[in-house]
């Protein structure tokens, strides 16, 4: 099921990013992007809902906080689906498409400085009590960390409900001290809220 889901799910992604396509290389033009060049409207755009959808997750994942990302994610999506919309509206007023033409022009600079930040963050291991870690030695802190979420153990759990009861720690502190990830945590909070 689960690879039948990811198969549907990226033919839905590539269909929808096609859709999307068409709507906005005809809204370039608004912005003033040569011809040529119209293609790269709707990569920078749809594309970058994909990155940031994925670099949110990565940092959820890594346990570090991702508004950034979140944000630029809102942003793209809620541009593509303003350009998307005002391109099938054919009665839209011409300062409509202009002020969105001027958004869309001054989109690129944006971009690349959240696409910098973003792949700076993706790529450069996040900074420990004595410096930067390596990164080979934070993936397999990483790995570690999954097999242990993998492998629940009634000692764990108890341990994790046991620090937020009595030492009254944060999920992310939890989450440092056991070895885990914080959703992890969040996980068997929840559960042991549900059977208490």
């Not at 809204?27 to 959808?53: Q, S």
């Not at 809102?74 to 998307?84: E, I, K, R």
């Amino acid at each position: 099921m689960l690879v039948l889901a990811v198969i549907v799910t990226g033919v839905l992604g590539a269909v929808s990013f096609a859709l999307s396509y068409a709507g906005l290389v005809e809204v370039a033009a608004w912005a003033r992007v040569p011809a040529w060049l119209a293609w790269a409207v709707p990569v920078v755009v749809d594309g970058a809902i994909l990155v940031y959808t994925i670099a949110a997750l990565v940092f959820r994942a890594r346990g570090e906080a991702a508004g950034v990302e979140w944000s630029a994610l809102a942003g793209f999506a809620a541009l593509s689906v303003v350009a998307n919309g005002v391109h099938a509206w054919d009665g839209a007023p011409a300062w409509v498409r202009t002020v969105l033409g001027v958004g869309i022009a001054g989109l690129a600079p944006v971009a690349v400085l959240l696409a910098t930040h973003t792949l700076a963050r993706l790529v450069i291991a996040p900074v420990d009590g004595e410096g930067v870690a390596p990164i080979a030695a934070v993936a397999s802190a990483r790995a570690a960390t999954e097999v242990a979420a993998l492998q629940p153990s009634p000692d764990r759990n108890h341990e994790i409900a046991r620090l937020r009861r009595e030492e009254k720690l944060s999920g992310k502190q939890i989450a440092a001290r056991i070895g885990v990830s914080p959703s992890t945590v969040s996980r068997v909070l929840s559960s042991t809220e549900a059977t208490a």
